[in-house]
């Protein structure tokens, strides 16, 4: 009898103490992946952000100020950190990357060139590596190093029959202006005078960072 109540044991054990072993396991909670889960959603969640852009470079379309493309760069990079990990918003945001190279090209052909380096610090961004964008951003910078020019006023000098330009130059990058007297021929801040247009209409400029580019700017002055 003692025999038996001691085999018994365990298999009662087993059968009712320990039943949770015989209990299937319920299967582990499926993580569904965040952000969008399909290509459409990503480029609707994702490519408005480049908008500012899209919409600058369209016919009469309005300009960017500092305080938008500041925005339009805080807008890329919160999309990065959101859907950067995403399967499809790394799609999406690989195709902004190859859009905005054509946005700088459009920018470039229109002479925007503040535009093609916002288009290019947008790249950036992005980790887009191209050879185009290092080409367009040079000169764009180069471009915009041009001084903008405003003619004050002439004044002739009665011995010498020469005369002298009253300019005043703004430098893009630092807005430092510099007023200056020069004459036809005289060099200076990258620029040279080749003559004055008409009865003081205005003057013939060269560039001389870009050798051959000429330009003029009238006069306003009486």
Do not use: W
């Not at 949770?20 to 959603?41: I, L, M, Q, Y």
């Not at 950190?81 to 700088?104: C, I, S, W």
């Amino acid at each position: 009898m003692t025999r038996k109540l001691i085999l018994t044991l365990p298999l009662l054990l087993l059968l009712f103490g320990c039943s949770d072993v015989f209990k299937k396991n319920p299967p582990a909670p499926t993580v569904e992946e965040p952000g969008p889960h399909s290509r459409e959603e990503a480029i609707m969640l994702i490519s408005p952000v480049i908008n500012p852009l899209r919409n600058t470079l369209q016919p009469g379309g309005p300009g960017i100020s500092e305080t938008d493309r500041q925005q339009l760069l805080f807008a890329i990079q919160s999309a990065i950190m959101t859907y950067g990990d995403n399967r499809y918003g790394k799609e999406v945001l690989r195709d902004l990357g190859f859009e905005l190279q054509d946005l700088a090209r459009q920018a470039s052909a229109q002479e925007r060139y503040r535009l093609v380096l916002i288009c290019i610090e947008a790249a950036e961004l992005l980790s887009v590596d191209s050879m185009y964008l290092k080409r367009a951003g040079s000169k764009a910078v180069t471009m915009l190093e041009k001084p903008k020019v405003v003619v004050k006023g002439f004044m002739e000098d009665m011995e010498t029959q020469q005369l002298s330009i009253f300019l005043e130059l703004t430098d893009y990058f630092t807005g430092k202006i510099d007023r200056m007297q020069v004459r036809e021929g005289d060099e200076f801040n990258n620029l040279r005078m080749i003559r004055v247009l008409g009865r003081n209409k205005g003057v013939l400029l060269e560039y001389l960072k870009v050798p051959g580019l000429f330009f003029e700017i009238e006069s306003f002055a009486p």
